[in-house]
């Protein structure tokens, strides 16, 4: 174990919308530490996303990312040779991380043409409670109800 934590890195905020969350996102984005790349498709996501909604491209993207993060996940623990399924509370950064990774996950394996397109296409998805990241955080959800009776096990 460590004596001390590790220092937060701090993160400046991204140049056109100035928000830190979307530079955390286009973190998340980033191939290969192309990080202009992630922001041209992720600003290009947002301008396709601006022209089919007429709204606020970020309050839209902010309100698909709320709509796929999970706030409860499972855990396995292994209790007297059998194992089983505890579900949990997720703390508030790992949540985040979880919904960005699983909206870039999610919109790379849609069939569009450039991956500014995909990535729009997963926003306006989530924004509207459907696609597969949304999908993703109803079944987290549903395993974690269903493995309700051994919460009791909690690490």
Known sequence: MRKAKPKKRIILPDPKYNDVLVTKFVNNLMNRGKKNVAFKVFYEA???????????PVEVWKKALAN???????????????TFQIPS???PGR?????????????RKRHEKSMGQKLAGEI????????????????????AE???????FRF
């Open 68 to 82: 796929v993060t999970p706030s409860v996940e499972v855990r396995s623990r292994r209790i007297g040779g059998a």
């Open 124 to 143: 306006l998805a989530a924004y509207k409670e459907e696609g597969a990241a949304f999908k993703k955080k109803e079944d987290t959800h549903r395993m």
């Open 95 to 107: 949540k985040m991380s979880i919904g960005m990774k699983n909206l870039i996950g999610y919109s």
């Open 146 to 152: 269903a493995n309700k009776a051994f919460s009791h």
């Open 46 to 56: 947002l301008e396709i996303v601006n022209k089919k909604t007429n709204e606020d």
């Open 89 to 91: 509370e997720i703390r």
